[in-house]
């Protein structure tokens, strides 16, 4: 099994942002997805590391054969209220039902709100770069929006850092049912 793993973004791009708490999400994005690699190759998965400009990424990924590809993400919004994890999937083979394992997952074990899992297209504008990666790359992929870093009390959770712990396992736990079943 060869896992596509790459945080979102890319500096100076660093995503959203939470100035009060001096929170960037490529930074935190970054020590999720190092968890989540460490996990995977406990699994003796095949890791791809993908990074760059989107078509990079896509490119690195489709010419890698990755079985399936993750792009870690924290969320952001003006409304910060906003909270809770969501999935991002493009109705491919198998994106949906990859989405759907790690949502369970997340349910199961996080103390947070599981939006649930969504077509990017339609959660969001098919313009946005998002979007691109999930339509253009070839095999299951799915942008795991972790929780939002403009939410107190999730960004809060952050700053000790064992929440990244518990996102990696939650999402490798849902990548290796996903797994199992096809």
């Known amino acids: 099994m060869k896992i596509a793993v790459g945080a ?3 500096p100076p791009d660093y995503g959203r942002v939470n100035e009060k708490k001096h929170l960037a ?3 935190e994005a970054c020590k999720i997805t190092a968890l989540l690699k460490d996990a995977f190759w406990l699994e003796k998965y095949e890791i791809v590391d993908f990074c760059g400009r989107l078509r ?3 490119n690195k990924i489709n010419k890698s054969r990755a079985d399936l590809a993750l792009e870690i993400h924290l969320n952001g919004s003006d409304n910060i ?5 969501e999935l991002l999937y493009y109705p491919s083979s198998g994106s949906e039902a990859l989405a759907r394992a790690i949502e369970h997952s997340f349910r199961d074990v996080l103390t947070i709100p599981v ?10 504008d098919p313009k946005n770069p998002i979007c691109y990666i999930l339509r253009k790359t070839r095999c299951p992929t799915v942008i795991v929006e972790t929780l939002f870093i403009t939410n107190d009390r999730e960004s809060k959770m952050l700053e000790n850092g064992a929440i990244h712990r518990v ?4 999402i490798a736990v849902g ?4 797994v199992k079943s096809h």
Request: hydrophobic letters at 40%; charged letters at 25%.
């Open 167 to 170: 996102l990696a396992l939650a």
């Open 8 to 10: 979102g973004h890319n």
């Open 25 to 27: 999400e490529y930074i």
């Open 56 to 58: 990079e990424k896509v």
């Open 175 to 178: 990548v290796k049912n996903y």
């Open 81 to 85: 209220n906003a909270k809770g994890a």
């Open 115 to 124: 939006r649930g899992s969504f077509v990017g297209n339609l959660r969001r």
